[in-house]
């Protein structure tokens, strides 16, 4: 069973850049489409993006197009997600998640990360 | 404004029926796309509850089920306990944005 477990929480600086982690136990994370979830305070859930196993490619949310990578280092079984030009509404929980090997109109995310804590203070 | 559009609230007593509605567009779960659903308890990550229109995980109860019939989906909780207090998501994918995206979620109370 895959099990996602995410880095620490972050305080960052207004226009600073924060990097989250993401280690995956029970699979290979060469074999996971992973995606990233935020939730700012009191909101709701927005995609950001996905990496996929195959070629590592990636693809992102518009709004977030430019400002965030998506990166795997296989050797440890981690992802990373960075998003950089940090600003006051980037304050939010971060969650990875899996995804199944299915066409995009059928995927689902399973499982989660506990989610990581970004705040940006100015 | 979310792409996929939830009622805020819904409430109801122990052991009552309720339903939350999601409704969507031509653009995602309308042209016949999956809704998923995910259920996130306070303080916690969100947890896959209804996968492919109406089916469940391992080790969710049958007390849950989805439907869903053109724009509009619904996921259902009979038999109401108070464990079930939580905030409840649906998801799709949209054509027209590329991308996946959540309803803005409803907050199930139980009174």
């Known amino acids: 069973q895959v099990h996602l477990v995410q880095s620490g929480a972050e305080v960052k600086k207004s226009g600073a850049s924060v990097r989250v982690s993401c280690k995956a136990s029970?699979?290979?994370?060469?074999?996971?489409?992973l995606h990233w979830v935020r939730q700012a305070p009191g909101q709701g859930l927005e995609w950001m993006g996905w990496?996929?196993?195959?070629?590592?490619?990636?693809k992102f949310a518009q709004k977030f197009q430019g400002r965030v990578t998506m990166t795997r280092d296989t050797s440890i079984n981690t992802a990373y997600m960075e998003l950089s030009r940090l600003i006051s509404d980037d304050t939010a929980v971060y969650y990875c998640a899996g995804g199944p090997p299915a066409a995009p109109t059928r995927v689902w995310f399973d499982p989660w990360g506990q989610g990581t804590l970004v705040t940006v203070s100015s | 404004q979310s792409v996929l559009t939830q009622p805020p609230s819904v409430s109801g007593a122990p052991g009552q029926r309720v339903t939350i509605s999601c409704t969507g567009s031509s653009s995602n779960f309308g042209a016949g796309y999956d809704v998923h659903w995910y259920q996130q308890l306070p303080g916690t990550a969100p947890k896959l509850l209804i996968y492919g229109d109406n089916n469940r995980p391992s080790g969710v109860p049958d007390r849950f089920s989805g439907s869903k019939s053109g724009t509009s989906a619904s996921l259902a909780i009979t038999g109401l306990q108070a464990e079930d207090e939580a905030d409840y998501y649906c998801?799709?994918?949209?054509?027209?944005?590329?991308?996946?995206?959540f309803g803005g979620g409803t907050k199930l109370t139980v009174l």
């Open positions: 029970g699979y290979t994370l060469s074999g996971l489409y």
């Open positions: 990496s996929s196993p195959d070629s590592g490619g990636t």
């Open positions: 998801q799709s994918y949209d054509t027209s944005l590329s991308g996946w995206v």
